[in-house]
């Protein structure tokens, strides 16, 4: 079993700048991809970044550019580190894993078997 501890979030003014982590230390294995999904009231819960042990990254456009995925695969943990905030980055950061490899350029949620609780992330204008 796979227990996913976020850490990070809160509020910030738009323009400034939040710290995700999150970590599995004790899977038996090394988690193949890591990363951050977002969902904002009354839509869909949407890929922020992805992060594989193999050492790629996956950016949705929207946040490409300010946000940044890093990923420590032997600790099976993962940080987006969140700059140029605005408030359509407004929602409810949740962790992500998947056991097995990710082979698809353009993941989903159902692409991933283990979530965290969920982390808000809250930016005013």
């Given at each position: 079993q796979v ?17 995700l ?8 294995f090394?988690?193949?991809?890591m ?7 009354g ?14 990254t996956?950016t ?17 943990t ?39 609780q ?8």
């Amino acid at each position: 079993q796979v227990h996913l501890a976020e850490s990070g979030g809160g509020s910030v003014q738009a323009g400034g700048s939040l710290t995700l982590s999150c970590s599995e230390p004790s899977a038996p294995f090394v988690i193949s991809a890591m990363g951050w999904f977002r969902q904002a009231p009354g839509k869909e819960r949407e890929p922020v970044a992805i992060a594989t042990s193999s050492g790629s990254t996956i950016t949705d456009d929207s946040v490409k550019g300010r946000f940044t995925i890093s990923r420590d695969g032997a600790k099976n943990t993962v940080h987006l580190q969140m700059n140029s905030l605005k408030p359509e980055d407004t929602a409810v950061y949740y962790c992500a894993a998947r056991h097995s490899p990710l082979l698809v350029k353009n993941p989903t949620r159902n692409h991933f078997n283990y979530w965290g609780q969920g982390t808000q992330v809250t930016v005013s204008s």
